[in-house]
């Protein structure tokens, strides 16, 4: 418990995060960073890169609303404590990715119905699974739903993202490496505290498997709107500017289509979801394909 406590605490945090890979950003990116002329100036990109975005801050709407809801059904001083502090990342995350949508124009009268016209139905629902646990007080499968499966799916997407703009760009690239960093961080209090209380509670792996499963199918579906629907990779071709370097996974994505995206996306993060559900003694259920 001492590793716990010291590991999660709101000290390391404070040392780790605002203090160290966050010092000096604004809005998580370099200060004078701006976005690239090419997604403001050409309609289909800007459309596009507004409409991503837009699942970047429904996702962490979702997880801003989890994280602060369990700290009350936590049971215990430390877990209260690391939950705290993950609700300032969450709350952090859904400002940056709101201010990007105002740097891409979006007017501030405007955000919530630029969010309900683009927000993916799919996510919608995947939210609604998370949420209905966390407001029932349900710790452990709240824990789960979010340090594991929703932020376990933030941390490849993520990833994913990162890798496409490292060189195209550099400010959503900052802004994301910080958020990759908070999403580790996260997971692994998910894999560290939740293993302990499902020993505790062996009644509750039904449940959280089947919920594993649910949410996983809306994620799916989520990726499968995004990458099959893709018009800005085409554009990107049509312009020129695909990325000339772009691991994950052990691939080039510069040299894949949306659809290869799609499937090297959803195997890495469901990969994930089996490995760390099994170390903590839930078994992993395949969700069906969309």
């Known amino acids: 418990m001492a590793d716990f406590l010291s590991a999660y605490s709101i000290q390391s945090w404070l040392e780790s995060c605002p203090q160290g890979y966050l010092e000096g950003t604004e809005y998580g990116h370099q200060p004078g960073e701006t976005e690239p002329q090419l997604l403001t100036s050409n309609p289909i990109l800007h459309e596009e890169t507004i409409r991503?975005?837009?699942q970047l801050v429904v996702g962490e709407r979702c997880a801003l609303a989890a994280s602060s809801g369990l700290i009350n059904a936590a049971p215990d001083e430390a877990s209260k404590r690391f939950l705290a502090t993950q609700t300032l990342d969450e709350a952090r995350h859904v400002e940056i990715f709101t201010h990007r949508l105002y740097d891409l124009g979006?007017?501030?009268?405007?955000?919530?119905?630029?969010?309900?016209?683009?927000?993916?139905?799919?996510?919608?629902?995947?939210?609604?699974?998370?949420?209905?646990?966390?407001?029932?007080?349900?710790?452990?499968?709240?824990?789960?739903g979010q340090n594991i499966v929703l932020e376990g799916m933030a941390f490849s997407v993520f990833e994913m993202i990162y890798a496409l703009n490292q060189e195209m760009n550099p400010k959503f690239a900052h802004t994301l490496s910080g958020t990759i960093?908070?999403?580790?961080?996260?997971?692994?209090?998910?894999?560290?505290?939740?293993g302990s209380l499902i020993k505790q509670f062996p009644e509750?792996?039904?449940?959280?498997?089947?919920?594993?499963?649910?949410?996983?199918y809306y994620m799916l579906a989520t990726f499968a709107d995004a990458f099959r629907n893709n018009r800005a990779a085409v554009e990107f071709q049509h312009v020129g500017a695909n990325p000339a370097h772009a691991q994950f996974g052990g691939v080039d994505l510069a040299e894949m289509t949306p659809e290869e995206m799609e499937?090297?996306?959803?195997?890495?993060?469901?990969?994930?979801?089996?490995t760390r559900l099994e170390r903590i003694g839930i078994e992993y259920q395949t969700p069906v394909r969309p």
């Open 106 to 144: 979006v007017q501030r009268n405007e955000l919530e119905s630029v969010v309900q016209q683009y927000a993916n139905p799919n996510l919608v629902k995947f939210a609604e699974i998370l949420l209905e646990k966390v407001d029932k007080k349900d710790f452990v499968a709240g824990v789960v």
């Open 181 to 194: 960093a908070d999403e580790r961080r996260h997971v692994g209090f998910g894999e560290n505290r939740i």
């Open 204 to 216: 509750k792996k039904t449940e959280v498997e089947h919920m594993q499963k649910m949410m996983s």
């Open 263 to 274: 499937q090297v996306l959803a195997d890495t993060v469901l990969k994930e979801f089996k």
């Open 52 to 54: 991503s975005t837009v």
